[in-house]
């Protein structure tokens, strides 16, 4: 892998060839990160406390983008190292507060412009998400909250970060799909199944009419599952009517209730939103994911792929 720093001059480094590195990749929540560990002879003309950006390249395709967070150099028994760590693009909208304000129609367009662009981000093609009637931005937002909730409450849709750091409006791109099976180079398999936090209830009240609407997670509750939640209109509720809908809430609470985590013997073998079938032999859980979360490494036993695998349906 070969990786470069950025300076807020706009002038670019080449950093030495690393010897471990951590890339992570999330589906959109929390935020993507980097670590890498390199020699570091102390001869450069460029300073790590200059350094705001940061990209990675392998076999000549770009395969992560973000900003400089931290960055170490040490002396040891094993020489001068650098360690440098940061985050994905993500990062400029959840360190930056939104102006709080009402939109009569927010577009797309507006939520691009008024919470996207002003941090040097671009958009990937192919978003076209719907018009939302009196959208509001609440006062101590994140910049990624209102982009978060404009395009997953009311467009379906889970914004991302591809590995340019251009934000991703659009689906899921169900064309890829990796297969785990006998051939494959297993390093571990852990199954987890998690209760907790899972709802099997929820009410949503109207404040103004009493009416309450009752939403189960059947499954859930047959189970044994017993949570309920109770959710009161706010006086915007047609502003927030999606956010607060109990099928969201219900959907939500439950998207870490089955989860798997594979690691592989490979890098760059997997993405996140990729579907992937597992079909190993005396598994009782073979069958088809959605990656949600994907690690890459390269250390002392080699490049590793770790892949974090939920339902295809899974709510993000």
């Known amino acids: 892998m070969n990786a470069c720093v950025t300076d807020a001059a706009g002038e670019r480094w080449a950093l030495p060839r690393p010897t471990a590195w951590r890339l992570e990749y999330t589906a959109g929540v929390p935020c993507d990160s980097f670590w890498l560990r390199c020699p570091w002879d102390g001869g450069n003309t460029t300073k790590p406390a200059d350094w705001v950006e940061f990209s990675a390249e392998q076999g000549g395709a770009r395969v992560f983008t973000g900003g400089v967070d931290e960055c170490e150099v040490s002396l040891s028994g094993r020489g001068r190292l650098l360690e440098v760590s940061g985050r ?59 982009v978060y909730e404009f395009a997953r409450y ?40 998690r209760r907790y936090g899972v709802l099997s209830q929820v009410l949503t009240r109207d404040r103004w009419s009493g009416a309450v609407e009752t939403v189960d997670n059947r499954d859930f509750a047959a189970q044994g599952g017993m949570a309920r939640r109770i959710i009161t209109m706010p006086a915007k ?12 809430q219900l959907d939500q609470s439950a998207a870490e209730l089955e989860r798997m985590e594979l690691t592989v013997g490979e890098a760059f073998c997997v993405w996140p939103g990729d579907l992937v079938t597992v079909r190993r032999s005396g598994l009782d859980w073979n069958g088809r994911y959605r990656a949600v979360k994907v690690t890459v490494g390269m250390d002392e036993g080699g490049h590793w792929t770790r892949m974090e695998l939920a339902p295809p349906d899974v709510t993000i």
């Open 88 to 146: 994905g693009m993500a990062a400029r909208l959840l360190d930056n507060e939104a102006l709080g304000q009402d939109y009569q129609t927010a577009t797309q367009k507006d939520i691009i412009r008024d919470h996207v662009r002003p941090y040097g981000i671009t958009v990937a093609p192919g978003a076209q998400l719907p018009a939302v009637a009196q959208f509001s931005v609440a006062t101590g937002s994140s910049e990624w909250s209102v």
């Open 154 to 193: 009311y467009g379906g849709v889970a914004p991302r970060f591809d590995r340019e750091g251009r934000l991703v409006l659009s689906g899921w791109d169900d064309s890829r799909e990796r297969v785990v099976d006998d051939s494959s180079p297993l390093i571990a398999l852990v199954r987890r199944d």
């Open 237 to 248: 509720s047609s502003y927030k009517a999606m956010r607060y809908s109990g099928q969201f």
